[in-house]
């Protein structure tokens, strides 16, 4: 069936580094792709989203980056701090059927 | 405020009891789900109604019984559970299925017995 493939699966970085996580898709039409942060004990929060209309799109500190030939896009956080740790989800959507598909989740430990 | 409350934030219940899980939105959206979240395991789709209109999921298990009576309101009422069952259960709504950000609740925790 159509899945949406996310490494790693944790990831530890030095405060003031950079993190990268990256997500596969399978159904070639997919043209959604938002990310989510869940903090421990908290409830998922979208933190950026991308269509397929771009390659690209930034917010402050966080990228993402969209590539529809290889079916792959990826999160990038620039300087991070304490507070980005957490669970991070990307997804896709499956256009035929209106529903989003989401990785198996990363992570993110930023040690000061 | 979320603009997504469910209640209740925990529930512990045995496998002969029947409870329903509640969940309101206020943010004017279209689409209501249920997902299911347990550990290392992707976020589960369980549920989606959309202008109160439900979407067949066939993999959910007839214990789980969702309710719509309109586009603010939506349950999930359990029966006969097994421990298995127990996760965390997110509610979650968008302005348009499948294609707009999804704004979650803080979820159940369920704990089956």
């Known amino acids: 069936g159509e899945n949406v493939e996310q490494h790693p699966s944790t990831l530890s970085v030095q405060e003031g580094d950079s993190a990268v996580i990256k997500c596969t898709y399978s159904d070639s039409a997919s043209n959604y792709f938002p990310w989510y942060k869940q903090e421990l004990g908290k409830r998922p929060q979208l933190i950026i989203d991308i269509r397929s209309n771009v390659g690209e799109k930034k917010d402050q500190r966080i990228a993402v980056t969209l590539n529809k030939t290889a079916k792959h896009f990826s999160l990038h956080i620039t300087e991070t701090q304490p507070e980005d740790s957490a669970v991070y989800f990307c997804?896709?959507?499956?256009?035929?059927?209106?529903?989003?598909?989401f990785g198996t989740g990363t992570r993110l430990q930023v040690f000061p | 405020e979320t603009g997504v409350t469910q209640t209740p934030r925990h529930l512990v219940m045995g496998m002969t009891n029947k409870k329903s899980l509640k969940c309101e939105q206020h943010l004017g959206h279209n689409a209501m789900y249920w997902y299911k979240q347990s550990a290392k395991k992707p976020l589960e789709l369980m549920f989606v109604?959309?202008?109160?209109?439900?979407?067949e999921n066939n993999s959910v298990p007839s214990r789980f019984s969702p309710e719509c009576p309109n586009s603010s309101h939506l349950f999930l009422h359990l029966h006969t559970l097994q421990p298995e069952d127990s996760a965390l259960y997110l509610c979650?709504?968008?302005?348009?299925?499948?294609?707009?950000?999804?704004?979650f609740g803080n979820g159940t925790r369920l704990t089956v017995t």
């Open positions: 979650a709504s968008s302005q348009v299925r499948g294609r707009s950000p999804l704004h």
């Open positions: 109604y959309s202008l109160e209109e439900r979407v």
């Open positions: 997804a896709a959507n499956l256009v035929d059927t209106d529903k989003l598909i």
